[in-house]
């Protein structure tokens, strides 16, 4: 079975404590249950969770749908995106597998990365590192005001931002990520091609805007 692998990048640094992390946790709850009930998801997504703060870590390495967990999540620290870039970059070269000519290998992983603020690292050996990696669509989220969507347009071409850290802006974006997920696993199953731009996947809701 070709699964479509879908890595989710979740900042919990210092300044995402309080609402903003709480907000978190209960946006990847509702991501997790409307997976589960999916019927397209179910057949083909693979979950993976990696934090980042001043220290990263795949918290849920790439695990079917079914049998993800909650992943427990804290906030502290800075804000090492650099190095998160390094570390997705690896899990995808060691979980996600290759086409070969005996087989077809997963489809491209979709990556979602949501941040609220500056990295406190440089990024440019991890973003180097990241477009070597195969990956299909990702998507950035500057989560609030201090966001730095320059540095995320580096990153990616598909670029959105919260206006709030506020819980219901951070559940918007995570209604939309499942949803997306879900049409990504419907196209594939559907027709057997991927989702390559914003172009495939739901409209975004008033909360979450395009970065142009």
Same mark, same amino acid.
């Given at each position: /079975? ?6 989710? /990048?979740?900042? +919990?640094?210092?300044? /995402? ?33 990696? @934090? ?10 790439? @695990? ?7 992943? &427990?999540? &804290?906030?502290?620290?800075? @804000?090492? #995106? ?37 990295? @406190?690292?440089?990024?440019? #050996? ?34 959105? &931002?919260?206006? &709030? +850290? ?16 879900? +049409? ?13 731009? /914003? ?14």
């Amino acid at each position: /079975m070709r699964r479509l692998p879908v890595y989710l /990048m979740l900042d +919990t640094s210092g300044s /995402m404590y309080g609402e903003p992390i709480e907000a978190v946790k209960n946006g990847v709850s509702v991501l997790l249950s409307a997976l589960k009930s999916d019927p397209y998801a179910l057949e083909t997504a693979y979950i993976s969770v990696i @934090t980042f703060s001043s220290d990263v870590k795949q918290i849920v390495p790439l @695990t079917e749908i079914n049998s993800v967990n909650e992943p &427990s999540l &804290s906030a502290g620290g800075c @804000t090492e #995106l650099g190095k998160a870039l390094e570390v997705v970059s690896d899990c995808i070269d060691r979980e996600v597998v290759k086409s070969s000519s005996e087989q077809k290998g997963d489809w491209k992983p979709m990556v979602f990365i949501m941040t609220d603020g500056e990295p @406190t690292d440089n990024i440019k #050996l991890g973003l180097d590192r990241f477009k070597k990696t195969k990956t299909g669509i990702v998507v950035a989220c500057a989560a609030g005001t201090a966001a730095n969507t320059d540095v995320l347009k580096e990153i990616t071409e598909n670029v959105v &931002s919260l206006a &709030s +850290t506020d819980s219901e802006s951070i559940k918007a974006f995570f209604k939309w990520v499942s949803a997306s997920i879900s +049409t990504g696993s419907q196209k594939i199953e559907n027709s057997g091609q991927e989702s390559s731009g /914003m172009d495939d996947l739901p409209p975004p809701p008033d909360e979450i805007n395009i970065v142009v």
